[in-house]
Every structure is written in C-alpha cells, then in structure tokens.
C-alpha cells in the first residue's frame, strides 16, 4: 500500500510540473509492465514516438508527454528569423523570417 501511495504521489507530482512547462501527458498503467501500442518497455526504458511524444517507463506505469510545444514565445529568436515546428525530427527550427527553407544565420543549435 505504501509504495502504491508514493508511485501515486510521484506521478502527480511529474505531471503538475508537465504542467507548469506547458507539456501535455498521459499516464498509462498495467499489472506487469510499460505497454504502447503492441510494444513491451522494461523499467528505465525510454522512447519516442511517431506523433512526437516521449515516454518512460516506471515498471507498472508509463508517462508519454508531447514534445510539441504550445508556445514559442519563451525564448525570442534571433532578429530576422522565427522558430517553426518540424515534425519530421520532433522539434523547433530557428529559420528564415520570410523563408522557412533558410536556417536562420544567427542561430545556433
């Protein structure tokens, strides 16, 4: 009972502070194991998605929070330039104001 109780005190607390970052996330649970679609994960085990999550497994339960962004007025990018989303890599772009094809010059990676 008492580790039932800390599992659950900690998964509220990781996803209140998915929260506060702005990230969306999903617990799911099971008996034995971290399950995803037909895939099996063994504790510790972590992964990425094709709809860009990343997912972790705590033994019974596993968490999966979208890497995409809700907001890209955290950081402000360089003059001239403006972040986009690429869905292909599961991540923000610095690129070009006017053409989304150009890298941003003034960005560094």
Request: hydrophobic fraction near 35%; include cysteine; proline fraction near 5%.
């Amino acid at each position: 009972m008492r580790t039932s109780v800390c599992l659950l005190i900690s998964l509220l607390s990781f996803l209140m502070i998915a929260k506060v970052r702005s990230m969306e996330c999903e617990a799911a649970f099971d008996k034995y194991a971290c399950k995803y679609g037909n895939e099996e994960y063994a504790l510790g085990d972590q992964w990425k998605t094709k709809d860009c999550k990343e997912c972790n497994c705590h033994g019974a339960f596993s968490i999966c929070c979208t890497l995409v962004p809700k907001y890209f007025d955290w950081f402000d990018p360089p003059k001239g330039c403006r972040f986009i989303w690429d869905e292909a890599e599961c991540k923000s772009r610095a690129v070009d104001e006017f053409d989304e094809n150009k890298p941003c010059p003034d960005y560094d990676y």
